[in-house]
């Protein structure tokens, strides 16, 4: 075997093809992975537009091994190891194509295509430089070939979605050099060292042996032995006094955050964790020689990693107010305050600043961040903020003043009051941030009432509930339809306010309170120790009027508890951030599938009418022909830009595999409902799903709850729905039920080993809905089901069942069918379930 390091350009350059063997599993990379490759692209471009020579990003390596020459043909490479990265940035490439063709820069469009995507004198198979595993190979043309199919519901689809994006993102903050720096990184920045096999060799065997190695070393330990080569003479005592303590006390995971931390508040702020040992290394490497100034450094480490355990640990921190400041960071979640509350720390303990100025100054940053999250400001630049934070403050200030002066930059976007207002009042709260930071946040204005007798929120088993429920009872509709305004649903009304924060509290009572009507729910929230749900409960009813009067009191509580940016005025020339949810909503959309007006209006936090009003004032939007009525109709005010004449929206999305009706209307399951949008933005939209399993008499109790509620709800549908739970217990299943009033139905599979879990479930049945959910959220992450080819295979046995249409560009999904089909097709269900357990038993046979 032969290995060389080069640039991914030249790696893919001349007559060749790369073929995915049959036995590689399929393209699997998600958005965490996505996200890490683009923003080390992301870096290199800037490197070049302010000026530098960005030195090249090393990708890691790629096996081949040498195929068949036909004559006048390519030549082929069997990709044995290493496909994931090289159709990550072949798709990348095919993004980065059709966004110069989308700004007009043809030429630029026609240089990538032939220089790195096709072999443009041949056809065929040997037309592409790459051809994936058979499974994904007609999403992948499709993408190369710029079919009304690219971009559809799975992996591939989803990573060409995912950079056409952030392509789009980026134009709009870089300029006109920007994307030609982009096609510099990818081209010429990236490093590869390819490894190329002997004709003869084992490829499979080849394949094996890198795919079953054993645990490597971790960065800190590469560190520390370096170290310690170093260290001839007093290396032993500066072990059992400096490192083994630190190690011990951190643990092998935060003792590799503390050596990368150490990097950034240095002023390493670009420092990888992947590469810290190479950094430490060249740090440390003129100290050789020199046991003592290496001592010192060992001894600066293990001062920092004190205070590290103190950020983890806050009830380690001996000032209150510090430490109170460091609990609020720690119940906010997330590493993304370390570097700054690190120097900040560091300030503290070396007597430059007082512990009171450091925890205004961590209260600044919880500030920022809470302040963000609820006006739902994109968070993918906040890593670099404050990795660059200690090097950035001002050091003739104060802590506290410097750091809010550093937070309020106009890059920085840190809502202003009127911002926080208005998004409290419009923003779905419900899916912004992570669990915890929703929960933080209620918390806190829980706890601004001030009470005599505080809730001990560590105590109470408290949830978040929604005063208008999410599937109202008729009362509810017919309540909203007196404040709908002209041309406006009662549903469409309900959409726009039911997530929003002024709709939204805590309680331990959620399955009595579930959707009842407002008096019914007055009567429990009355009885409730927290004074926020005593509010609620002295309404004399809940619609629009209430919810947007409570907004306001919270907004006005958020302000006092969490202060804004100093200048807190925005200019006029300033965009509205949902404008840009909505750019990187359309974007996002897979192939075939639709939304509506209101539909973004729910996600941004906005009215149907502006939404209108802003598609048809802005040329170029991708996706924009993907949004449509309510009833699934091509607005009448729809208009292309000047000069693209594309066809009609209907004549597009029929092409993707969108049917329309007689009368014009879209298919309803190729909609996407808002929190489909926002989930495949990434965010954390809460779905009803598994937690710990029940007691034994709690689950028959749910069990009971279910049934009933079955039987009450659809009773034609009821028997065929239990003889296929039954069915799914005789396969070797079992049943597990949600906790909320609509007692939802999970069937479980545990194809686990004796000594690990592994939890299946193919559906969430929802008795009174009325609808059935395949779980392909979940699926796309859990083995066998992570292949694509699977789940598209579970996909097709339902949509063979009449009554069934699931869309294949919901393979990431959750697209659901009525219960009603249970009725009469029970048995045909029964037969894909049997393939599912069948199919899961065979992949626990392989990883046994």
């Not at 043309?141 to 995912?162: H, L």
């Not at 400096?242 to 390493?268: A, C, F, K, S, Y």
């Not at 069918?817 to 626990?844: K, M």
Request: overall charge negative; proline content about 5%.
């Amino acid at each position: 075997m032969r290995a060389q390091e080069i640039a991914f350009f030249k790696l893919v350059q001349g007559d060749k093809q790369f073929q995915v063997p049959l036995y590689q599993r399929t393209y699997s990379w998600g958005r965490e992975q996505l996200e890490r490759l683009w923003d080390d692209v992301s870096e290199l471009v800037e490197q070049q537009l302010d000026g530098g020579e960005p030195s090249a990003h090393f990708l890691g390596s790629v096996v081949l091994a040498p195929g068949q020459i036909q004559a006048g043909g390519v030549q082929r490479w069997l990709v044995v190891d290493g496909q994931q990265r090289l159709t990550t940035l072949m798709l990348a490439f095919t993004a980065l194509r059709d966004h110069f063709r989308a700004t007009g820069a043809e030429r630029a469009a026609d240089r990538v295509d032939r220089q790195v995507l096709v072999n443009e004198f041949h056809e065929g198979r040997d037309h592409y430089r790459l051809l994936p595993t058979q499974a994904d190979r007609d999403a992948y043309t499709a993408c190369v070939e710029s079919t009304p199919r690219a971009g559809g519901g799975d992996n591939i689809g989803a990573a060409y979605r995912f950079f056409r994006g952030v392509l789009a993102q980026g134009e709009e903050a870089g300029g006109e050099k920007w994307a030609a720096a982009v096609e510099t990184a990818l081209k010429d920045l990236l490093s590869i060292v390819e490894i190329t096999a002997e004709r003869g060799d084992n490829v499979y065997r080849i394949f094996e042996s890198i795919n079953n190695t054993g645990v490597g070393l971790s960065q800190s330990d590469l560190l520390r032995n370096y170290v310690f080569m170093l260290l001839p003479r007093t290396g032993e005592r500066v072990y059992q006094e400096l490192w083994l303590p630190m190690q011990q006390q951190l643990g092998p995971r935060n003792l590799e955050l503390l050596v990368w931390l150490d990097l950034v508040v240095r002023g390493h702020s670009k420092a990888k964790q992947s590469e810290i040992y190479r950094e430490q290394q060249k740090r440390l490497e003129p100290l050789a020689g020199d046991e003592e100034a290496l001592r010192e450094e060992v001894a600066h480490l293990a001062e920092r990693g004190g205070r590290l355990l103190r950020i983890l640990e806050p009830h380690r921190e001996p000032s209150p107010s510090l430490r109170r400041a460091l609990e609020q960071l720690e119940a906010w979640g997330g590493q993304i305050h370390y570097p700054l509350a690190l120097h900040l720390l560091g300030l503290v303990d070396t007597d430059r600043a007082t512990a009171e100025e450091a925890a205004q100054a961590l209260r600044y940053v919880e500030s920022y961040l809470v302040r963000r999250m609820i006006c739902q400001i994109p968070t993918n630049n906040l890593n670099r903020i404050f990795m660059e934070a200690p090097r950035e403050l001002e050091e003739d200030r104060s802590p506290a003043e410097a750091v809010r002066r550093l937070l309020s930059g106009r890059r920085r976007r840190w809502p202003t009051d009127e911002e926080l207002r208005q998004a409290v009042r419009t923003k779905p709260f419900y899916w912004g941030g992570r669990p915890t930071q929703r929960m933080h946040v209620l918390r806190s204005l829980e706890a601004s009432h001030g009470a005599s007798e505080p809730v001990d929120f560590d105590k109470a088993a408290l949830t978040i509930e929604h005063v208008l429920p999410q599937r109202p009872q008729q009362a509810w509709f017919d309540l909203l339809a007196e404040e709908t305004e002209d041309g406006q649903t009662p549903q469409e009304l309900h959409d726009l306010l039911v997530h929003t924060l002024g709709n939204l509290t805590l309680s331990g009572e959620n399955s009595k309170l579930s959707n009842h009507p407002f008096r019914r729910k007055q009567e429990i929230l009355d009885s409730s120790a927290l004074r926020m749900n005593q509010e609620i409960a002295a309404a004399e009813r809940w619609g629009r009027a209430e919810i947007l009067e409570r907004a306001d009191r919270l907004a006005q509580r958020a302000i006092t508890l969490w202060p804004g940016p100093i200048g807190a005025v925005r200019t006029a020339d300033e965009e509205w951030a949902g404008w840009a949810t909505l750019r990187a909503a359309l974007v996002a959309m897979p192939s075939g599938t639709w939304t509506t007006y209101g539909d973004v209006a729910e996600l941004v936090g906005s009215h149907p009418v502006p939404v209108g009003n802003y598609l048809a004032s802005k040329s170029g939007i991708i996706g924009a022909y993907r949004v449509l009525t309510s009833d699934g109709r091509v607005s009448a005010a729809f208009r292309w830009p000047e000069g693209r004449g594309e066809g009609t929206p209907q004549e597009l999305l029929e092409h993707e595999g969108v049917p329309f009706d007689g009368s014009g209307r879209a298919h309803r399951s190729r909609r996407l409902a808002a929190a489909e949008l926002a989930t495949l933005l990434g965010r954390e939209v809460p779905q009803e799903g598994l937690s710990d399993p029940l007691p034994d008499a709690e689950n028959a109790a749910a069990a009971r709850r279910f049934e009933g509620q079955l039987r009450e709800n659809q009773p034609e549908a009821a028997e065929g729905v239990l003889e296929a739970l039954r069915f799914w217990e005789q396969q070797g299943g079992y049943r597990d039920y949600g906790r909320t009033a609509e007692t939802s139905c999970f069937p479980m599979l545990d194809a686990g080993t004796a000594t690990q879990q592994h939890l299946l479930w193919p559906l969430a049945l929802y008795p009174v809905t009325g609808t059935a959910e395949v779980v392909f959220q979940y699926l796309k992450n859990i083995s066998p089901f992570d292949d694509t080819a699977l789940r598209r295979e579970l996909l097709e046995r339902f949509n063979q069942i009449d009554g069934i249409e699931l869309a294949e560009a919901k393979l990431e999904l959750r697209p659901s069918f009525p219960l009603q089909v249970f009725a009469e097709h029970s048995g045909e269900i029964c037969a894909v379930l049997e393939w599912f357990v069948h199919t899961a038993a065979l992949d626990l046979a392989l990883r046994k």
